[in-house]
């Protein structure tokens, strides 16, 4: 299935948005074919195969060890833990700090770097994710919330934090005047935090829903 293809699909797939979904295949898939169908579905999804040169291998390779690092480690069970596998296995470097903070939050419900209350993504109604901001959805929903913008002007604000730019003390000025009340530049700081503890390349929930949605194909074959 071509890129093209799986944007064809995309309208149709708000009902894996929210709360974890199970995953339903014919019968209880091991991790190694989790792995397997993962690397197929984005191998598909990216063309990966139209071009080969060091680069690419090195990115495929990559990729690789990151799926299979993040399988192993969060054993996933949720449409949603696969979404994440694929929103962090294209980082261009190892992922596994980013995947064993994860699995950490998934099984203790407690995290290690700050934790603002207000990244608790359940209440924005976006990709459960375990308070880790991993998709560009989120981005912009919490963006939206504290600034009370949208369009090209969330969009803008997004790149800025994206590029590890945005400092707190021009972060709370943008928030709306009942966050300014409700929130000091220490919480702007460890909002901060959260939206950019993930430093690779964001991708849309609705790209890794669809890769997701692929692989289970393959693993039903």
């Not at 948005?17 to 209880?28: A, E």
């Not at 939206?195 to 690779?200: D, E, P, Q």
Request: with cysteine; charged share 20%; proline share 5%.
């Amino acid at each position: 299935m071509k890129r093209r293809d799986f944007l064809k699909i995309i309208p149709g797939l708000g009902l894996t948005i929210g709360l974890p979904q199970p995953f339903i295949t014919k019968s209880k898939p091991d991790n190694q074919k989790i792995i397997n169908a993962l690397q197929q579905a984005t191998e598909e999804f990216y063309n990966l195969d139209e071009v080969e040169n060091d680069n690419r291998s090195f990115t495929r390779e990559l990729s690789r060890q990151n799926i299979i690092y993040a399988v192993n480690k969060i054993n996933p069970t949720t449409h949603n833990d696969m979404a994440f596998i694929v929103a962090v296995k294209s980082a261009l470097y190892s992922s596994n700090l980013i995947v064993d903070e994860y699995a950490y939050r998934k099984t203790t419900g407690k995290s290690n770097p700050p934790d603002h209350p207000l990244l608790h993504l359940n209440k924005w109604k976006v990709p459960y994710t375990f308070r880790l901001i991993s998709f560009q959805e989120q981005i912009t929903c919490v963006i939206g919330e504290l600034t009370g913008v949208y369009g090209y002007e969330n969009e803008k604000i997004s790149a800025i934090i994206w590029h590890n730019i945005m400092k707190a003390g021009s972060f709370h000025p943008l928030f709306t005047p009942e966050y300014k009340k409700r929130l000091t530049i220490k919480d702007a700081q460890q909002i901060l935090d959260g939206l950019t503890y993930i430093l690779s390349a964001i991708l849309p929930f609705a790209e890794c829903s669809t890769i997701v949605s692929r692989a289970m194909e393959i693993m039903n074959a």
